[in-house]
């Protein structure tokens, strides 16, 4: 029996081989006279093989029904191509047809499909260059995130999908329930959640951060890494209603532990991805942002400067420029902003900290000045905020107060609030967006082109 071997395999093979076996799927067929040409990929690598079939041959009667997209099993020898830009190819001694396609209706034919279209084909569009080269990144970026965590001796917490509590309190969760419909409306509370399922309200995590930092509190340092939800009616290429985040949580670390720990996460996985994705990573150099090594370069090599909030808002005032949203000490830092300190001010990347408490969530630990919070936001070329993390409040009645301030119920909190009556400790934590760091790793600039099956307003196909 031959061994199936991988398309990539073959292509980087030493030496000919006499017996190969190889499944994928066409990606186009060329005839000619006395011979057809298939070029056969099978999601391995980004390069196609190709596999000559000479007519009168026993796999030229199979040739008929296989076209574009159809699925194929290819045996016979790996040779020395004469053909330019590929050093191996294929003589086919054996072809079966696993799957046809109909060559009528396949829409994946060989052309420039947009971005757009290739959307609304997101069960095939892997099969394209640009998307296999993508998700073939998206999992070698998730290996590196998990490597680099077991590397620096943090513990995997799978924290819950469906919750009771908000964790940034913005109202924007997905309700779970097996209520009629007749029973529910936006202004629903109270009793009528006793006769749900979980006998109260609940929802999609918006964040694995609070349960997290339980963990941290016996654990030492933990992280979490899976699917995140929000209810935000946007349609910008920056937000989704489904994605993934990373949130490690440290116990003992404060808010430079804090700096620091996102720093060499950003730095670790793209040097990761650099090096292990590089025939991928240049087809994005090459179509996609022709800045784009330049820009990872930075991102690897380059120390992230570091600033206050106070200081970027003085910045941002004296740049001279004008921004469509005004700059005001008090007011949250938008995209453009965190770009123009990236890209123009300190040309990398930025991380800024001790935000005004008024607009950064409850849990974050309050500074001396009373005025500020122990928050960090990581800031990158093209993306802006990468990464949002916090020295996290471990005093009891300093989070009590701040969860009044902030019209909180303590009884979905109780929990929370009890971690700091036993062993509080001091503890820090951030989530990074796993879906913006792949787009600054690829270069792409929606996130409806990261992630493999979107779910944004009024769109949950496949």
């Not at 020395?80 to 047809?97: F, V």
């Not at 292990?276 to 800045?291: H, I, P």
């Not at 995209?335 to 900290?353: A, N, W």
């Amino acid at each position: 029996m031959i061994k199936r071997t991988r398309i990539l395999d073959a292509l980087n093979s030493e030496s000919p081989l006499e017996h190969i076996l190889i499944k994928g799927w066409v990606r186009t067929r060329r005839d000619s006279k006395g011979f057809s040409f298939l070029d056969i990929n099978d999601g391995s690598c980004l390069r196609n093989i190709q596999v000559f079939v000479e007519e009168g041959s026993p796999p030229y009667k199979t040739l008929k029904d296989v076209n574009t997209g159809s699925a194929v099993e290819v045996k016979g020898s790996l040779i020395e191509s004469p053909g330019k830009g590929q050093k191996w190819e294929i003589r086919a001694g054996d072809l079966t047809l696993v799957g046809p396609a109909e060559p009528e209706t396949y829409p994946l034919q060989k052309k420039r499909h947009s971005d757009e279209f290739l959307r609304t084909l997101a069960h095939l569009r892997p099969r394209t260059n640009k998307y296999g080269a993508l998700f073939r990144i998206r999992s070698e970026s998730s290996f590196a995130a998990h490597k680099f965590f077991r590397d620096q001796g943090f513990y995997y917490l799978h924290s819950p999908i469906i919750t009771g509590s908000d964790c940034e309190g913005a109202g924007e969760m997905f309700r779970v329930t097996t209520l009629p419909a007749s029973k529910i409306n936006p202004e629903t509370t109270g009793d009528v959640f006793e006769k749900d399922f979980f006998g109260r309200e609940a929802g999609l995590t918006v964040s694995g951060q609070l349960e997290a930092e339980l963990f941290a509190c016996a654990l030492g340092n933990v992280y979490t890494f899976g699917p995140t939800f929000r209810a935000e009616n946007s349609n910008t290429p920056r937000h989704a209603a489904e994605f993934w985040m990373i949130e490690p949580e440290m116990a003992f670390a404060d808010l430079n532990d804090n700096m620091d720990l996102g720093e060499n996460l950003v730095k670790s996985m793209t040097i990761h991805v650099m090096e292990n994705c590089q025939e991928d990573l240049e087809l994005f150099a090459r179509f996609v942002d022709k800045n784009l090594i330049h820009i990872l370069e930075t991102v690897i090599e380059k120390t992230y400067a570091r600033i206050s909030y106070t200081d970027a808002i003085d910045i941002l005032r004296a740049s001279g420029k004008t921004f469509e949203f005004p700059v005001d000490w008090g007011v949250d830092i938008q995209t453009e902003h965190e770009r123009y300190l990236c890209e123009d001010y300190f040309k990398r990347p930025v991380i800024v900290y001790d935000y005004p408490k008024e607009i950064k969530s409850f849990y974050m630990r309050l500074n001396d000045d009373n005025k500020t919070v122990a928050a960090m936001d990581l800031l990158v070329p093209k993306i802006g905020e990468l990464i949002g993390g916090s020295q996290r409040e471990e005093r009891y009645d300093v989070l009590e107060r701040r969860m009044m301030e902030n019209n909180m119920n303590f009884k979905d909190y109780w929990w929370y609030i009890d971690i700091r009556k036993f062993g509080s400790v001091p503890h820090a934590g951030f989530g990074l967006g796993f879906e913006r760091f792949l787009m600054m790793v690829t270069g792409v600039s929606n996130i409806r082109d990261v992630i493999p099956f979107p779910r944004t307003p009024r769109h949950v196909e496949f």
